[in-house]
Nanobody
Framework: QVQLVESGGGLVQPGGSLRLSCAAS????????MRWYRQRAGEQRELVAS???????DYADSVKGRFMILRDNAKRKMWLQMDRLRPDDTAVYYC??????????WGQGTQVTVSS
């Protein structure tokens, strides 16, 4: 079993930056791909960025060049560095991870609000 806990959300002005963290605990030794999703109010959850166990990264088109996903397996942590934030980045951000057996885990989410 794996537990994921996000932190770092908050209120930021347009053009500002935030760094989200995801801390993993439990049976983390076999985690495979980790991801950040977000869900805007009234919309479906969407994939923002992913990073494999070998640090191959992928991003949604809407965040390319502004967001960076990072991972430290030894520290059991993942981060999402978000720069040049826009109002349409406002959402609840979720940490997600798969293990090598195919089980999927979710964090509880952290709110990001971009507003002046």
């Amino acid at each position: 079993q794996v537990q994921l806990v996000e932190s770092g959300g908050g209120l930021v002005q347009p053009g500002g930056s935030l760094r989200l963290s995801c801390a993993a605990s439990g049976s983390v030794f076999d985690l495979n791909t980790m991801r950040w999703y977000r869900q805007r109010a009234g919309e479906q959850r969407e994939l923002v960025a992913s990073i494999t166990s070998t640090n191959n990264r992928d991003y949604a088109d809407s965040v390319k060049g502004r967001f960076m996903i990072l991972r430290d397996n030894a520290k059991r942590k993942m981060w999402l560095q978000m720069d040049r934030l826009r109002p349409d980045d406002t959402a609840v951000y979720y940490c997600n991870a798969d293990n090598i057996a195919g089980a999927t885990y979710w964090g509880q989410g952290t709110q990001v609000t971009v507003s002046s």
